[in-house]
């Protein structure tokens, strides 16, 4: 029986319907075993943002500067594969993340350890990403592997929906703009690479699965 132990944080939801997605394809292999943990700040953010909220949340963001998370003990959690589950805030990752990131009791946990990147984004997520794999690398984890799920709309048209969905709440299409976010095709997609990623897992060959990953269209730069 293999185990996978997916770690995230999502402020509106949507990162959580991604994972679910992706533990639906892992348990379609039944030596699977799966363990989901939600990191929350102590002071977690409003959904929908403020303006103010949304705007101040940068500089903290970009600078890395950790914040006060709800405790987790990360001792004595075994695990053969780890998905990290994040989104790219302003080009970085998310401070909740980057939080996680900067914990020596989440670091000691990681090391040595397979990890898997999960991200969900609007488009751009390569900055971010190289300042996850740095964190990894310094941790002693393996990265293994990277799935991206990116809004489907082009860069300007997502921009407008997304700021209306993150300011006002409302995702769903309007006027000649379709719904912000993910859509229910990538969330079937997201299955898929899950399923994928479990069977790598079960025959205990993990290093063939990013290229697979590729090959499959996870990744798309």
């Not at 993150?166 to 299409?173: H, L, S, T």
Request: aromatic fraction near 10%; charged fraction near 15%.
């Amino acid at each position: 029986m293999k185990k996978v132990l997916l770690i995230y944080y999502s402020q509106s939801g949507q990162l959580t319907q991604v994972l679910s997605s992706f533990v639906n394809g892992l348990l379609q292999n039944e030596n699977i075993q799966t363990q989901v943990i939600r990191i929350t700040p102590k002071e977690d953010y409003p959904f929908p943002w403020t303006v103010k909220d949304f705007f101040n949340a940068m500089p903290e963001t970009v600078m890395l500067k950790p914040m006060e998370l709800n405790e987790i003990s990360w001792n004595n959690i075994e695990a053969d594969l780890v998905v990290l589950a994040y989104q790219p805030w302003y080009l970085s990752p998310s401070r909740p993340m980057s939080s996680l990131l900067q914990n020596p009791d989440f670091l000691k946990c990681i090391q040595g350890k397979p990890i898997l990147t999960l991200i969900t984004c609007r488009n751009m997520w390569l900055r971010s990403q190289e300042i996850v794999k740095k964190n990894l690398l310094q941790a002693g984890a393996k990265l293994i592997g990277n799935v991206v799920i990116s809004d489907p709309s082009s860069n300007l048209v997502s921009v407008i929906t997304t700021l209306r969905w993150m300011i006002f709440g409302k995702k769903e299409a309007f006027w000649i703009f379709p719904a912000a976010g993910i859509n229910a095709e990538q969330l079937k997609q997201t299955e898929f690479w899950g399923k994928i990623t479990g069977d790598y897992l079960t025959n205990a060959n993990l290093n063939p699965l990013h290229q697979q990953l590729k090959v499959s269209g996870a990744v798309q730069v």
